[in-house]
């Protein structure tokens, strides 16, 4: 995943059909998505902090005058969720398990990202860790201002609380970090075993573009390429566990990724495999 913390964005908004949008934003390079429904906006993701947030909702009004009404967030990683707090006002809507996660995760990960990120310091001060106030369990269809959206949890993947948001009549599809572009996946709270599975259903329900959680649009050739490769990393873990390798050594063995995502991707592996035993 690209550095954190610089400004601006990458591109103005690209509009998918019929009032659905996304924006690239250069930090982490993130995407969110838009949809413009009859009286208010639904957004996916609300970015990293408050002050990112802000900027979000500026840069909206080049594509409606109407305010947000209701968000989704995609999973409960903080680049997508922490600038949830500007939304108190309006429906946020997560899967069942991300309210745990947040709370597990949100403080320590706040001290670590303070640390990390020391110029940003003020920024994430500011923080008010906003958890989803509605939620999904496998999958919910909700009427949004006269738009019907599907959100899906099609199994564990880059996290146990990953969501799809489904506009049937765009034929788009956002996909948050379930399939990541231009850069390789993050797996350090991932299920390895069980991501391939996952991607293989989000596949099938690609039929025009869809928005990963960070980096270039693309479309259903796209996310069966990285299922291919997250399929390598699953049978590679499972043989060289078996062979009684070390995860360094696993990983120095190669396979689709560069070796510090191997690393990070057989260590959750590994472990997940250990309990099996």
Not at 134 to 160: C, K, P, S, W, Y
Not at 168 to 190: I, R
Request: charged residues 20%; aromatic residues 8%; hydrophobic residues 40%.
């Amino acid at each position: 995943m690209p550095s954190a913390g610089y400004p601006g964005t990458l591109m103005t908004w690209s509009e998918h059909g019929n009032g659905v949008f996304s924006k690239r934003y250069q930090s982490l390079d993130l995407n969110i998505g838009a949809i413009e429904c009859e009286d208010g906006l639904l957004i996916i993701d609300t970015r990293a902090h408050h002050a990112q947030a802000r900027e979000l909702i500026e840069d909206l009004k080049a594509i409606s005058s109407h305010p947000v009404r209701w968000v989704i967030n995609t999973h409960h990683h903080w680049d997508h969720t922490f600038g949830n707090g500007e939304f108190e006002n309006v429906d946020i809507w997560g899967h069942e398990r991300c309210i745990p996660a947040l709370a597990d995760y949100g403080q320590a990960t706040l001290a670590r990202l303070k640390k990390m990120a020391p110029g940003q310091k003020a920024s994430f001060d500011e923080v008010l860790i906003l958890p989803p106030n509605h939620t999904v369990g496998d999958e919910a269809t909700v009427t949004f201002g006269g738009r019907r959206i599907e959100m899906r949890h099609l199994g564990r993947g880059h996290t146990n609380n990953d969501l799809v948001v489904v506009v049937p009549e765009t034929d788009v599809v956002f996909a948050g970090d379930l399939v990541e572009n231009d850069a390789p996946p993050s797996f350090g709270d991932a299920y390895p075993l069980e991501w391939p599975d996952t991607v293989a259903a989000l596949a099938e329900l690609v039929t025009g573009q869809v928005v990963p959680g960070h980096g270039r649009a693309a479309d259903r050739e796209f996310v069966v390429s990285q299922q291919a490769d997250l399929s390598s990393v699953a049978e590679l873990a499972r043989e060289r566990h078996a062979d009684g390798m070390t995860v360094e050594a696993a990983a120095a063995s190669g396979g689709p990724f560069p070796k510090a995502t191997l690393e990070e991707a057989f260590g959750r592996a590994w472990s997940h495999l250990g309990e099996a035993a």
